[in-house]
């Protein structure tokens, strides 16, 4: 299988302080990719490089590559607008914007230049909300506010604004740390048919939640990428004593 984003000595600092070191990945198209580890390990940086959504931040300071499809996100050629819409990301919490459920999913196509009528955005709305199992639901309360929804459906409508503007890279920062044990079976189950289309990148603190959705998991600690490889070897077989520690329980 392809690869679709790989880093080559990717390093990351916060001011000061070093939060990522010389991370070299490899992630796989249409897959689900993990990347686990303790708390402040460097995990969600990792994840917010791929979109460059880092920059946001004053002091950040990078070095490195990252490629997407062998082009050079940091390069000339590259426009942000157009990376942001081919590597879409979904947030810890649901954030539904304070509009109707249609103008959620509707947001993204306005903004990347789709007319403001017709039925090419009704079309392309219902087929965001289909692909994330939320039309049969909410086709009677499209123009009802999104932030009356349930947890669960708020987050699922976050994706269906991302597969709207058809995305190819869905990054997961934790997406169902605020939701209960059902509807994150609901989520996970998303998410295994949308890697059918999409490479999906998740950041997780739930290790049974990595080892159940993913196809490669990487464990990250201090900064560093430890460890990279196939879900059942990292879980099982590690070649690295830190990711065993951390696997089992007797760290982190």
Avoid at 60 to 81: C, P, W
Avoid at 188 to 195: D, F, K, Q
Wanted: hydrophobic content about 40%; aromatic content about 6%; some cysteine.
């Amino acid at each position: 299988m392809a690869e679709k984003i790989e880093s080559a000595e990717l390093s990351l600092w916060y001011g000061r302080f070093q939060a990522l070191k010389d991370v070299h990945i490899a992630i796989r198209d249409r897959a689900i990719t993990a990347i686990i580890g303790p708390s402040g390990c460097g995990k969600s940086t990792l994840l917010r490089c791929f979109n460059r959504l880092n920059e946001l931040i004053a002091g950040v300071r990078t070095s490195g590559r990252i490629l997407l499809d062998g082009e050079d996100i940091y390069g000339d050629d590259m426009a942000l607008t157009l990376l942001r819409k081919r590597v879409g990301m979904v947030f810890q919490r649901p954030n539904p914007f304070p509009l109707s459920v249609f103008e959620n999913v509707a947001y993204g196509l306005r903004v990347h230049g789709m007319r403001q009528g017709g039925d090419a955005v009704d079309e392309a709305v219902e087929a965001a909300l289909r692909a994330t199992a939320l039309w049969d639901a909410l086709k009677d309360k499209l123009h009802g506010p999104a932030i009356d929804l349930a947890p669960e459906q708020q987050q699922r409508l976050c994706i269906s604004r991302l597969v709207a503007v058809e995305p190819e890279v869905l990054l997961m920062d934790e997406p169902c740390s605020a939701l209960d044990p059902i509807a994150t079976e609901h989520i996970e189950e998303l998410m295994r048919g949308l890697a059918e289309r999409y490479t999906i990148i998740i950041v997780t603190h739930n290790m049974q939640q990595a080892a159940r959705v993913s196809t490669e998991t990487g464990f990250m600690l201090l900064g560093e990428l430890v460890e990279f490889g196939p879900t059942p070897t990292i879980f099982t077989n590690p070649s690295d004593k830190r990711t065993e520690d951390y696997v089992t329980g007797r760290y982190g």
